[in-house]
């Protein structure tokens, strides 16, 4: 058995990974692999909890964060990677959970009022999206992980995890561990708007965008604002390209890049262009990854297949403990 304590992350198959996706989350379950014994997840069933009246893509963006899992550096030797719709003791451990879980506790979850204001066209007003924190709950301890990698603004979601943990343990004596928050970095990257990188906000840069495509994304992208001409200087601090910059060219370069932009010494088209080639060989790897599984999907349902046996047998044992303290 592993010693390595165990940490647990998923991801909602609600598009194509981006490198918002990739710099806030993804890089660092891969960075954890060596020190952790690691379990990630795709939160299928958490899709439906605002995507319920269109479920045609959810199958296939399931398949495609695998592969954009794979190609980032995920491994089947490393981690258990599993599906959560095919671990049905979820379910189960959602039911119960659900049995002790104040409604106030859901109601007040900030994510919860964020989501309600800022989806207002579409209806959440439905129980599974109230409750969506519960299932949660239920995939996150059901594996008695030592902690959850979250970025700084998750870290609410894995504290109600906590209590409702607490909850459980108070009424049917101490099955569950309290998971803890492992805050991880994540480096500043916005959309092409500059506005937060989203699918939905169509300013994504996706890890299976081709060269060309990245190419047009970075021309679109956003600079400062108050450089209107090429003569004028810019400022980079206010710049989304140099954002990118720092984050993927040489570190002399971006100093360079910074006092040029500053005396004008550079244009942003010019600019843009190096970023864009940085940042293309910089997905290079990745790319080249995903070509191969995309041409092997037999490789990447089967990794599927055995991560989620896998995942469970610990969630039979897991349910076993469950049903004896609920003596049910
Ligand atoms: S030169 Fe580069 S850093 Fe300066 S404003 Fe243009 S794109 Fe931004």
């Known amino acids: 058995m592993s010693q390595k304590k165990r940490i647990l992350s998923g991801m909602r198959p609600t598009g194509p990974l981006h490198l918002g996706n990739l710099l806030g989350a993804l890089a660092n379950w891969v ?76 109601e007040r979850n900030p994510t919860y009022k964020e989501q309600i204001g800022q989806l207002s066209s579409k209806d959440l007003s439905t129980f599974g999206f109230l409750g969506y924190p519960v299932l949660q709950a239920a995939d996150i301890i059901m594996y008695k992980p030592y902690g959850v990698p979250v970025g700084v603004d998750q ?8 209590e409702i943990a607490r909850r459980f343990n108070f009424f049917f004596g101490n099955v569950f561990p309290e998971p803890e928050v492992i805050l991880t970095r994540t480096p500043k990257i916005l959309g092409t708007d500059r506005r937060k990188m989203s699918k939905s906000y169509d300013n994504a840069i996706f890890l299976s965008d081709s060269p060309d495509t990245i190419s047009t994304k970075v021309a679109s992208m956003i600079t400062d604002p108050q450089r209107a001409r090429r003569s004028d200087p810019g400022n980079p601090e ?61 490789v990447v349902e089967e990794i599927m297949v055995e991560g989620s046996n896998k995942a469970s047998q610990t969630a039979r044992q897991t349910m076993e403990d469950v049903r004896a303290a609920v003596k049910i």
């Open 238 to 298: 206010v710049c989304n390209v140099y954002d990118f910059h720092q984050l993927y060219t040489e570190p002399d370069t971006v100093a360079e890049i910074e006092q040029q932009c500053r005396s004008a010494g550079i244009g942003c088209v010019e600019c843009k262009t190096k970023m864009a080639q940085q940042l293309i060989s910089a997905l290079e790897p990745i790319r080249e990854k995903r070509t191969y599984y995309e041409q092997r999907p037999e």
């Open 31 to 106: 960075n954890m692999q060596d020190e952790y014994d690691c379990f990630f997840f795709i939160a299928d069933w958490h899709a439906l909890t605002s995507d319920y009246e269109n479920t045609d893509p959810i199958k296939a963006y399931r398949k495609e964060i695998i592969i954009d899992w794979l190609s980032a550096g995920l491994t089947p030797e490393k981690s258990t990677l599993f599906v959560q719709s095919r671990v049905k003791e979820h379910a189960e451990l959602f039911l119960i959970l659900s049995m002790i879980t104040p409604v106030p506790w859901l």
């Open 155 to 162: 870290a609410p979601h894995v504290e109600i995890t906590r």
